[in-house]
């Protein structure tokens, strides 16, 4: 994948993924989270096909270039599984991701507290986009992470 024109972006609530797409999805998480980051935990953890979860995903030829998940919690929404594909890496895909995950917060829960568990290198990425560290640096499954609220409240 090199060129980004014909990016389709989605917006699924977990019932509208087909089986297709969550399997190419969670191929994706796994290819990336768990064998290229060499980090073994339990990417499948129940929360995928729950309450009104949400699956932000970008298409490229058929195959999802950027993908994110979205968590609705009682107090607040969690943006989470943020990733690129390693094929469509260099087309700034990153905060095309992060403003149609914060599109979709903005449509489905208007005024929710928006949070993410970050990788603590990504702070800065994160932080141009309007996200506040709210916690010290923690270790998340071997790799060093920090809580972040969108606009700091």
Not at 95 to 122: F, T
Request: hydrophobic residues 45%.
């Amino acid at each position: 994948m090199t060129d980004s024109s014909s990016l389709h972006w989605q917006d699924y609530h977990h019932s509208d993924l087909n089986a297709a797409q969550l399997y190419a999805i969670l191929a994706l998480r796994t290819e990336v989270f768990i064998v290229e980051q060499n980090c073994v935990y339990q990417d499948i953890d129940g929360q995928d096909l729950a309450g009104e979860n949400r699956h932000i995903v970008a298409w490229l030829e058929g195959k999802p270039a950027a993908y994110a998940r979205i968590l609705r919690h009682a107090d607040d929404v969690a943006i989470g599984r943020v990733i690129v594909a390693p094929s469509a890496r260099g087309l700034k895909l990153g905060y095309q991701l992060m403003e149609q995950a914060l599109a979709a917060c903005d449509k489905h829960w208007p005024g929710a507290r928006v949070v993410i568990s970050a990788q603590a290198h990504l702070q800065g990425f994160y932080g141009r986009l309007g996200f506040v560290a709210n916690t010290d640096i923690y270790d998340e499954d071997g790799i060093a992470h920090v809580g972040m609220v969108l606009g700091g409240f």
